[in-house]
């Protein structure tokens, strides 16, 4: 059977983008792993109508909304290799089952990789964090800092200053003069220092132990983490990808569609920077613009 759409990714733009098409009565696939990147955290802010829910529960609402619509079917496992097959796109899954697609939509978003210091992991998405408007408020006028890990950590850092008093932590890089001259008006400290571990009880964050035997005292940690695909298929469709500071990201036009006329793609991997919000908004990019194709051709 050859379905309107198969969509890769059952997170909030996977979902988004298969709530369109299911409304437009269109056949649609998505197939999830069932590992959205927010789910290290137990509570999504900024979502209009949602501030301060469970990302989780989020999710398995629209699951279960998406699968009322007679046309669909939300698929549990891994797609592992997706090739053009005429005009239309035959993805293979894990178990060697294959579906087939007119329109194919990408949304299996990104994989974190986090520097390897000891308490890091275990925090992340709790007190060690990415975004200020996604968690900011809630440690607002602690002692917050940012983890160095490109020159982009300097802004971050003068960012993070609008929530509260903060440290860049330097973990042994280099800062440039005039970073310094701007961090230190805006009155962000500078810690030169090697971070050994994070401490405190549980997934709280109260400390950072230095090379030298130090501990500055801090609550929350941001940090940019280097991010990369966390599925091939974007590099075996032959799409187009580019190099952003946060890591690759699938190029797009407007439309959500990406350099193989009929792959689409949505959410964290083809934007920057990211939310919840955003990745809805273009899951129903993608997912609209799909349907016109398959409605005009």
């Not at 900011?136 to 200053?161: C, K, N, Q, W």
């Amino acid at each position: 059977m050859k379905h309107d759409a198969v969509i890769v990714g059952g997170s909030f733009a996977g979902l988004a983008a298969a709530t369109y098409l299911a409304r437009a009565r269109r056949s649609v696939r998505v197939i999830d792993t069932g590992k959205p990147r927010n789910r290290f955290t137990e509570a999504s802010h900024g979502f209009l109508g949602q501030d301060g829910s469970d990302p989780r529960q989020i999710l398995d609402t629209a699951s279960t909304q998406l699968s009322a619509y007679p046309s669909v079917e939300i698929l549990d496992g891994e797609a592992v290799q997706a090739r053009a097959d005429g005009d239309a796109f035959r993805i293979t899954l894990a178990g060697g089952a294959e579906l087939t697609a007119s329109k194919l939509i990408l949304a299996f978003g990104l994989r974190d990789v986090l520097p390897d210091i000891p308490g890091l992991q275990e925090r992340w998405g709790k007190t060690v964090l990415h975004c200020p408007y996604c968690h900011g408020f809630e440690f607002s006028d602690r002692a917050l800092g940012v983890l160095y890990r490109t020159p982009m950590s300097v802004h971050h850092a003068l960012l993070i200053a609008e929530w509260g008093p903060t440290t860049l932590y330097l973990n042994g890089a280099d800062l440039d003069p005039a970073d310094a001259e701007t961090l230190a008006q805006r009155g962000v400290a500078v810690e030169p220092g090697v971070a050994m571990r994070l401490e405190g009880d549980g997934t709280s964050l109260s400390s950072i132990a230095l090379e030298d035997g130090r501990h500055r005292q801090v609550e929350a940690l941001y940090i940019a983490p280097q991010s990369c695909l966390s599925s091939p298929l974007a590099e075996q469709l032959g799409v187009a990808i580019e190099d952003s500071p946060f890591g690759p990201l699938i190029g797009t036009d407007e439309n959500k569609m990406t350099s193989v006329p009929g792959v689409y793609a949505a959410g964290d991997i083809a934007r920057a920077p990211h939310s919840v919000s955003w990745a809805v908004a273009d899951g129903v990019t993608a997912g609209t613009s799909a349907h016109r194709a398959l409605v005009f051709g």
